[in-house]
């Protein structure tokens, strides 16, 4: 269903729509019985349907988008794998005092795809593609912006420049909330940046004196929608910055989640790679089956319902230079066969996610579809393919996933985020409510009508691999999560100096969304 006929069909029954409720249903896997659904639910007092009155929880409660239901399996015995606890209390559980008797039966892991990429993909890269991908971003992460700022807007920024507001008593606090086109440093150390909205450009002063405000305007990377209050100097070219005010997360209560059971967060399996860590990963699927004679083990593995795996499924070919002298597996297809015949061993009632990375066999450019038929077709039933980035419903909790390539771009932009600690960069996602800000460094950004990076609603948990880290950490209330890998340090890493921390897996709880990292490397 597309936008005009999603349009049509609420006109026809006497409703008008807001443009942000047509897209949440162009986006969702089941558009048709949304629609359905809303019009059936809708209270007959309302005349224009916005994101408010469509209940996404209601309607996955539905059997009917109910994608599967698996019956759980499993029968306990002999060992391997550990449970690592020496993460902060506040997200981690002790896994020992879990109840190992307890025989819960989890029959039904529904798994709802709010948002994807996947066969919705319009653009070819022309000019006035990337005028619409940009203007898209503008508006929707100004619009946040803008309920936050009581300083008197510069009506348009070709005019903020032209105005002269000397000694005026327009001379007062002014603002601007803009797209930052440039940033560079003044011979006396101060940061200037250029800001541009739909009417024009404008500086910007950082002074290096306004230390906390120096501080934070370093986070900021090109390709970013923030706003700035601050004075005008004398001229009106210019305005000194008082404050930055970024988009950033609204302080959210956390939110109960009326679902039980476990979600098993990975990515950067590499299969394929001559450093695939083969042996933990044996390790992790008795794991999954229950083949573990640890009884705290066994226990997780039972309630486990949902896997999720954030790209990097395979190593693939040619994705740099000399890479054929690291495979173990030299076609790409009998990568995914091999992956495949991993994933059949995967207990059934395990409802497994998949996206794709920047090593697997899809486009190139973000944010990519799901893997292709091809490739699907070898994969069990339990699996759900979805494109990069995507949010994914797991009963109630809302997952995004991304694979996390824009980590680079941030690693090297913004001081304090290192690859050891990847959740740095994935705050100033949050923050800035982007995935991947940046045009023309690291990823390579395909034009969509619609920007799919922009974290519109705030999901409960974000999920990001790429980096070959394991993460957790907790901002205004989501969980941050970044999965690590199953990749042992390349020779390419040894040189860039990246240290992973392979073979371990964070379990997150999704009634409490606590988290336990388990360890399979010994
Ligand atoms: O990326 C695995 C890790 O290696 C990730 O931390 C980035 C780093 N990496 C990968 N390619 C490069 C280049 N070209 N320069 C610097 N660092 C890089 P993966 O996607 O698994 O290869
Ligand atoms: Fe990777
Ligand atoms: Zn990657």
Redesign the pocket.
């Known amino acids: 269903m597309n936008e005009i006929d999603v349009l049509t069909v609420f006109i026809e029954e006497g409703y008008q729509i807001s443009p942000e409720a047509v897209d949440l249903i162009c986006s969702h896997c089941s558009p048709k019985e949304l629609v359905a659904y809303i019009l059936e639910n809708i209270d007959l007092s309302v005349l224009v349907i916005d994101l408010e009155h469509i209940n996404l929880e209601g309607f996955s409660d539905m059997p009917s988008v109910r994608e599967e239901t698996f019956k759980s399996s499993s029968g306990l015995s002999s060992q391997n794998g550990s449970v690592k606890n020496d993460y902060d209390n506040s997200y981690q559980i002790l896994s020992s005092s879990a109840d190992a008797s307890s025989n819960i039966c989890y029959s039904n892991s529904p798994v709802s795809v709010l948002s994807d990429i996947t066969d919705n993909s319009t653009c070819v890269g022309e000019y006035m593609e990337f005028v619409q991908f940009f203007r898209n971003r503008y508006s929707r992460i100004s619009d946040i912006i803008r309920g936050r700022i009581n300083a008197r807007p510069i009506e348009s920024l070709k005019m903020g420049k032209r105005a002269n507001l000397r000694g005026t008593k327009e001379a007062g606090e002014v603002s601007v909330i803009g797209m930052i086109s440039e940033i560079k440093s003044t011979s006396n150390g101060h940061k200037m940046l250029e800001v541009e909205d739909p009417t024009g450009s404008f500086s910007v002063l950082i002074r290096m004196a306004d230390k906390d405000l120096y501080e934070q305007a370093s986070h900021l990377v090109l390709d970013e929608v923030v706003g700035f209050t601050g004075k005008l100097t004398n001229d009106g070219k210019l305005m000194i910055v008082q404050k930055i005010i970024l988009p950033d997360l609204p302080n959210t209560t956390i939110k109960k989640s009326r679902t039980t059971g476990k979600a098993i967060l990975t990515s ?1 399996i ?1 299969i394929g790679s001559s450093t695939f860590l083969e042996e933990p990963w044996e390790r992790f699927l008795d794991f999954l089956n229950g083949d573990t004679d640890n009884e705290a083990l066994a226990a997780i593995a039972k309630e486990v319902r949902y896997l999720l795996v954030a790209g ?1 499924l395979v190593d693939g070919v040619g994705i ?1 230079p000399g890479q054929e002298h690291e495979l173990s597996i030299l076609d790409v297809y009998d990568q995914y066969k091999k992956a495949a015949e991993y994933f059949r061993r995967v207990p059934s009632h395990i409802h497994i996610i998949i996206s794709p ?3 697997d066999a899809v486009r190139q450019a973000e944010p990519q579809p799901k893997l292709p038929e091809i490739i699907r077709a070898d994969f069990p039933e339990n699996v759900t393919f979805v494109g990069n980035p995507s949010i994914v419903d797991l009963d109630g909790v809302k997952v995004l996933l991304y694979h996390g390539r824009s980590i ?1 771009d941030l690693v090297a932009a913004v001081p304090g985020v290192s ?1 050891a600690d990847p959740t740095k960069a994935m705050v100033e996602m949050m923050k800035f409510r982007h995935l991947s800000p940046t045009y023309g460094s690291r990823v390579s950004i395909a034009p969509e009508k619609k920007d799919h990076f922009v974290i519109g609603n705030v999901p409960d948990i974000l999920h990001c691999g ?3 880290t394991v993460g957790v950490e907790w901002y205004k209330n989501v969980l941050l999560i970044n999965s690590g890998t199953w990749q042992d340090q390349t020779e ?2 040894k040189r ?1 100096n ?1 240290v992973p921390t392979p073979s371990q897996v964070p379990v997150v709880d999704l009634a409490t969304l606590k988290t336990t990292i388990l360890k399979f490397d010994e």
Do not use: I, L, M, R
């Open positions: 950067d590499h990097d740099y990375g920047n090593h680079d690859y790429h980096v070959h390419f890493q860039v990246v």
